[in-house]
């Protein structure tokens, strides 16, 4: 019996060793098949059979979590990343500045008389007063980059006004009912086999027609139905280099704060001493019971050094040069995402030149000319709708509206030579392609208001060579 189960053991003890052997090598053999889904730690989203689906994966989520994790994020660089920070204020200032200016004209060979022309002026004015605009309008490329899309709810009144509030992306969820429906994601719901064609919003659970509602989408395709941040692709070279300007800080106040090193050549004890008996002011710690002894250097303090003892100075090796080095590699990555000039992310311009820079033929004016003008076509169709709550309402003839266009001028982009443009406006002024009125615009200014204040100029001038002077008066009298 004793012998049975000794022979058993054995053979339990050879099949535990041949299975550890086989786990063994199939463990150093085993290839995951999902190893090429990832990238630096996170996992890229395979392309899946339906449209949407791939839509979804060029965004990087598939998921209304996912999509929130990722604004999220993107958010806290936004409000804690100093470069991330800078990114974003300098692209509102080259696409929005201190405004755009909007101008309802008459369409080419449209009969329309300058009454109504005026009439809408006045209903657009109006908006953009009452909705802060140019305020609106710099929030609205900040949300738009930052959370990678912004909702503009529309708030139609009685008397045909529009008011104009922030939906947060958040806000923007597919209910739980609907979560089978394949034709409401993201909380969005669009056509069954359209997904460009949306029908509606579901904004805190509750439908919301999509007139209501214009979605500035960025960095994803027409087909996907959320954006993406602006700063998602080099999220980690930003915290990066926020890590590394902190580490380089820290690392030099520290060095630069230590005097300097004593090396002491005797036992622990008589450190202790040298120590005790070389302070200014010695502190007990109330908790531990320990003493900690202080010592002030003074600048110039010269220090005479009993025999055994030598002197460090860390801070005479401190190269925070390389580092420098390292820091500009990942802002150029980061730069090199917002397609803009070095100097424009970090606000140093010691190796650049403006004025080379902002040419019109530039990649900086490029990018920044073609977001603008993403950025006027969405202001005109939102501009479009408040004109036609108005005429709705019997503000406006909605007959007409077909007739009137709007015309909106950005900010200039390019470094400005006043004197040479000046000459080619007048040129085109002369030949006829344009008009006194986009000039007075390009120049930041009012037509109807200039034109109103020269008419009052002309009339005090008449007025002051129609009334006779003192000199003239005596000269009169004289005669």
């Known amino acids: ?3 049975s189960r000794g022979t058993e053991r054995g053979i339990l003890e050879q099949l535990h060793t041949r299975l550890r052997e086989s786990y063994e090598e199939l463990f150093a053999n085993y290839v995951d098949p999902q ?8 996992k890229w989203q395979p392309l899946l059979g339906t449209a949407d ?3 979804a994966a060029h965004a990087t989520y598939s998921t209304e979590e996912q999509l ?3 604004q999220a994020e993107a958010r806290r660089l936004a409000t804690t990343n100093e470069f991330a920070i800078n990114g974003h204020e300098n692209r509102i200032s080259y696409l929005v500045g201190s405004g755009h200016r909007y101008r309802v004209v008459a369409r080419d060979e449209a009969d329309s008389s300058t009454e109504f022309i005026a009439q809408a002026q006045s209903v657009l004015d109006r908006f953009l007063d009452e909705n802060a605009w140019v305020a609106r309008q710099q929030e609205i490329v900040r949300r738009r980059d930052r959370d990678g899309e912004v909702f503009l709810r529309l708030f139609t009144q009685s008397d045909g006004r529009t008011l104009v509030r922030f939906v947060e992306p958040g806000q923007v969820v597919t209910p739980r009912e609907l979560q089978s429906d394949p034709s409401v ?19 805190d659970g509750v439908a919301v027609d999509a007139t209501e509602i214009q979605h500035r989408k960025g960095q994803v395709d027409r087909n996907a139905r959320r954006g993406l941040p602006l700063f998602y692709p080099v999220r980690k070279n930003l915290r990066r280099a ?6 380089m800080s820290i690392v030099a106040e520290i060095q630069s704060a230590i005097a300097l090193i004593r090396r002491h050549g005797a036992g622990g004890d008589s450190v202790q001493q040298f120590v005790a008996d070389t302070a200014d002011l010695t502190v007990t710690d109330r908790i531990s019971g320990h003493q900690q002894h202080i010592r002030r250097y003074g600048p110039g303090t010269i220090l005479d050094a009993p025999a055994g003892i030598q002197y460090d100075f860390p801070a005479a090796g401190l190269d925070a040069g390389s580092f420098v080095t390292i820091m500009q590699a990942e802002l150029r990555a980061i730069a090199s995402r917002l397609v803009m000039p070095e100097f424009m992310l970090t606000s140093d ?3 650049a030149n403006y004025a080379s820079t902002l040419v019109a033929e530039g990649p900086a004016v490029k990018m920044f000319s073609r977001l603008q003008h993403e950025l006027i076509a969405d202001d005109r169709a939102l501009l479009r709708r408040v004109l036609g709550n108005a005429a709705a309402a019997g503000v406006l003839s909605e007959a007409r509206l077909g007739q009137l266009e709007i015309q909106v001028t950005p900010p200039s982009l390019v470094v400005r030579n006043e004197r040479d443009e000046a000459d080619v406006h007048r040129i085109e002024l002369e030949s006829g392609i344009l008009s006194p009125q986009t000039w007075s615009e390009r120049r930041g200014l009012n037509y109807e208001q200039e034109q109103a204040n020269f008419a009052a100029h002309q009339v005090r001038g008449s007025e002051a060579s129609s009334t006779p002077t003192r000199g003239s008066a005596v000269e009169h009298f004289e005669d």
């Open 35 to 42: 190893e090429p889904l990832f990238d630096d730690g996170e």
């Open 242 to 247: 926020e890590k590394l300007l902190r580490n």
């Open 1 to 3: 019996m004793i012998e």
């Open 349 to 351: 311009a010691s190796n």
């Open 68 to 70: 929130q994790a990722i």
């Open 185 to 203: 994601r993201f909380g969005v719901r669009t056509e069954p086999f359209d997904v460009e064609t949306v029908l509606a919003y579901y904004v």
């Open 53 to 55: 689906d791939v839509a």
